[in-house]
């Protein structure tokens, strides 16, 4: 069965520090990762994408991908308030003619002032 | 910007009765893709479209849900008739091939039903 697991949290930072949140996943062929964000009561909003091994880099935002270790995740710098949300690791399983994703349940992240 | 429209944004219905949403994707976008979200939850496929194919229905209770894109362009997921725990949001988003063959998924703001 195919699998994400995210870290529930909450997860608490203090403004400007780094918010880290990790992702793993089962099926060891799947190619394609993402980071979706999603505020209370809102719907998801891609914010990464990932497919080869190593660093990603948007603005404050760092993906990792290390397929090896089935773990791919989102680094957040200068964390600020209003990156306060639930943060879903999603993945493409392999297989062609298929590009439904499985989402983890989400990391929610608070940034404290 | 484009975006993925939905409607309505929210609908609270009784149990037994019917209700349907309607999505329109990102233009030019092949694929569909309708989710749903429980509180706490990722979102997990209903039923994806190419054009105006299933190509993945797996997931859908076929006894009480119903999609269609007859033109290959908007949907519509249906439910008839509603229970108490089908109370969730309901998620629309839209795919087509990145210059990697990436597909992002880029969704809707998505309706939250309520069962009463």
């Known amino acids: 069965q195919k699998e994400v697991e995210q870290n529930s949290g909450p997860l608490s930072v203090p403004e400007g520090a780094i918010a880290s949140l990790n992702c793993t996943y089962s099926?060891?062929?799947?190619?394609?990762f993402f980071w979706y964000r999603q505020y209370s009561g809102k719907s998801p909003e891609l914010i990464m994408s990932?497919?080869?091994?190593g660093d990603k880099e948007d603005g404050r935002f760092t993906a990792q991908l290390n397929k090896a270790s089935q773990y791919v995740s989102l680094l957040i710098r200068d964390s600020q308030p209003s990156d306060s949300a639930t943060y879903l690791c999603a993945v493409k399983p392999p297989g062609a003619g298929s590009y439904q994703l499985t989402f983890g349940k989400g990391t929610k992240l608070s940034v404290i002032p | 910007e484009a975006e993925v429209a939905q409607s309505p944004r929210y609908k609270i219905t009784e149990k037994s009765q019917a209700v349907a949403f309607w999505c329109d994707p990102i233009?030019?976008?092949?694929?569909l893709y309708w989710y749903r979200q429980i509180l706490g939850q990722g979102p997990e496929l209903l039923v994806q479209?190419?054009?105006?194919?299933?190509?993945?229905d797996s997931q859908l209770p076929k006894d009480r849900f119903s999609a269609e894109r007859l033109k290959g362009v908007d949907s519509t997921l249906k439910i008839q008739p509603a229970e108490l725990g089908d109370s969730a949001m309901y998620l629309c988003a839209s795919s087509t091939p990145g210059t990697s063959g990436s597909y992002e998924q880029y969704f809707g703001p998505g309706t939250r039903l309520t069962v009463t």
């Open positions: 990932i497919y080869s091994n």
């Open positions: 479209f190419q054009d105006e194919s299933v190509v993945d």
């Open positions: 233009s030019g976008h092949a694929t």
């Open positions: 099926d060891r062929g799947s190619q394609s």
